[in-house]
């Protein structure tokens, strides 16, 4: 490349990047109210509810999720209700509609930190590979549509994306000149990102791959590298931050090894190879980015790692690393892996990005003149990420939507009188309306039999079909259907799903009722609910 790209004035980049992340935030805090007060989004119940619980206990008697986010809610929740004149007692302060304001006000902290990394992504980049590349790498982020979607709930991974970017930061320091402080402060964010979300822990890699190109940088020998303190200081951070974050991981390891032994029976459960996702690179490639990120914004990321190799720049070995350690965690074995946990690679890989993207603008430019070349990259540009933003845009529209178990609770409590014997085909499940306390729930499985014998003692049934989600919203089937219908009176139908449109795509793995494209073939959140009203005998017309 033999053009220089020009500089852009300071003041002009903070403009760009001030806007960058107030449309990141208003991405990320539109439709933060989605179901409430039920409570519809999956794992959310492991973070609130526990942050309001240590009001009496601060262990969270929870390993599965470490403790560093729950304890920024609670201390958020309780900050809050100081300000507020709410009183101390957090269980008054937010007890109403069912704890809605807890989890709303724990969905916004997400949504801040969400939005948050955006320009901190730009500060990681723009020492090291300049403001153009920096502002193409925000502008990825900024409109990636499985952070946004993932910054809406009160969930770890967004948030430790969070602390994350800032451990890149970080990383890309010690590349340019190694500073203690830099080590210190590479893992003190690299602590706090395992103690929010484990996974996030793999940054350590790149911090070691970053020192170890430091050294090389200056002459030294890998020996003379393994024995600079530096790199020590940043793992003894690293673990001290951890361990303070998350104390109860030592002080409760009972409950540490017992989770952690149900951790990997659940994420090897499809070693069949039945998982309903797929597993390996087959997953990853041609079901998890597409779906999380777009076909346009996963091909321009893949074809940035194999390009940084041919034109590496410092940093960048150091990137690949963590990228490919994230990589190998989602693709080793038969694990059952979500969508989400996408957000950790999206943090280096936009970086990356913005690589390419300014090898390419110099291209153009060398080709066209700076200026026409700067025009045909912005308009490039709002192509690559225009589908992203618009379905950010049909999300926050999707969310905007009242959920069909929502409906069906409502509609339950109109017609139905409290204490009344119901019956849940299926159990108490994910796809079910949320009416904890207010009847008389019998549990059956998917077999006619047992539902032949429950419905004898009800007076009600209700049903969740989700076919996309048939994980944790199984299919009612023919004979349940025509049982029930010679028995009770079908009252009640919701099927969100229109027929004859393109299918939906959803993590079949992730009980969250929200589909990642084809938002118009499906009408609102949720599975398809039926009840049926039973006859008081078999001979009964009403």
């Not at 990320?28 to 794992?43: E, K």
């Not at 979300?197 to 793999?202: A, D, L, M, P, V």
């Not at 919203?473 to 799903?497: C, K, M, V, W, Y």
């Amino acid at each position: 490349m033999t053009v220089r790209l020009p500089n852009i004035d300071w003041r002009l980049r903070v403009a760009l990047v001030a806007a960058l992340t107030v449309l990141a935030a208003w991405l990320r805090f539109s439709a933060t109210d989605f179901g409430l007060p039920d409570q519809l989004r999956p794992d959310e119940e492991m973070t609130v509810p526990t942050a309001l619980g240590f009001e009496n206990d601060w262990n969270p008697h929870l390993a599965i999720y470490p403790a560093a986010q729950t304890y920024l809610i609670h201390g958020v929740l309780r900050s809050y209700a100081m300000l507020t004149g709410a009183g101390r007692d957090l269980h008054v302060a937010y007890g109403s509609d069912n704890n809605a304001p807890a989890f709303l006000l724990a969905r916004r902290l997400s949504a801040a930190m969400g939005a948050a990394t955006v320009p901190i992504i730009y500060l990681a980049a723009a020492p090291v590979y300049g403001p153009t590349a920096a502002l193409v790498s925000s502008a990825i982020l900024t409109v990636a549509y499985i952070h946004v979607r993932e910054s809406k709930f009160a969930k770890v991974e967004v948030p430790a994306g969070f602390w994350l970017a800032l451990s890149i930061l970080s990383m890309l320091r010690i590349v340019q000149g190694g500073r203690s402080i830099d080590y210190a402060l590479a893992g003190v964010f690299c602590g706090l990102a395992a103690a929010t979300h484990y996974t996030s822990g793999t940054i350590s890699v790149g911090i070691l791959v970053a020192h170890l190109e430091m050294r090389h940088r200056e002459a030294r020998s890998l020996i003379g590298s393994l024995v600079d303190p530096r790199i020590y200081l940043a793992g003894l951070a690293s673990i001290l931050t951890f361990l303070c974050a998350d104390p109860y991981f030592v002080l409760d390891w009972t409950r540490t090894v017992h989770d952690y032994a149900f951790l990997n029976v659940t994420y090897q459960m499809w070693n069949g190879g039945s998982t309903p996702a797929g597993f390996g690179w087959p997953w990853l490639l041609f079901r998890a980015m597409p779906a999380a990120l777009g076909i346009e914004l996963e091909i321009f990321l893949l074809a940035a790692l194999p390009w940084v190799l041919f034109r590496p720049r410092p940093g960048t070995l150091a990137l690949l690393a963590f990228i490919a350690a994230c990589f190998l965690s989602l693709t080793s074995g038969h694990p059952q892996l979500e969508f989400r946990y996408l957000v950790n690679p999206l943090l280096a890989m936009s970086i990356l990005a913005g690589l390419l993207a300014i090898d390419l603008i110099a291209l153009i430019c060398s080709w066209l003149g700076v200026r026409s070349g700067y025009a045909v990259a912005a308009l490039a540009g709002i192509i690559l990420l225009a589908p992203s933003a618009f379905r950010d845009l049909q999300l926050n529209q999707f969310l905007r939507r009242k959920d069909t178990r929502t409906i069906a609770r409502k509609w339950m409590l109109a017609h139905i009188p409290p204490s009344t014997a119901v019956v849940l085909i299926g159990g108490e499940n994910y796809g079910k309306p949320k009416i904890p306390g207010q009847y008389q729930l019998v549990s059956v499985d998917g077999g006619t039999l047992s539902l032949g014998k429950a419905i004898d003692q009800a007076k009600w049934v209700v049903s969740d079909s989700f076919p996309p989600l048939s994980l944790w919203s199984g299919t009612t089937t023919d004979a349940q259907i025509d049982l029930l219908n010679a028995r009770g009176t079908l009252e009640f139908d919701l099927d969100p799903i229109k027929a004859g449109a393109p299918e939906p795509v959803f993590d079949p793995n992730d009980a969250f009722f929200v589909p990642f494209n084809h938002f118009t073939s499906v009408t609102r959140p949720g599975p398809r609910i039926r009840i049926w009203k039973l006859k008081k005998n078999p001979g009964d017309v009403n």
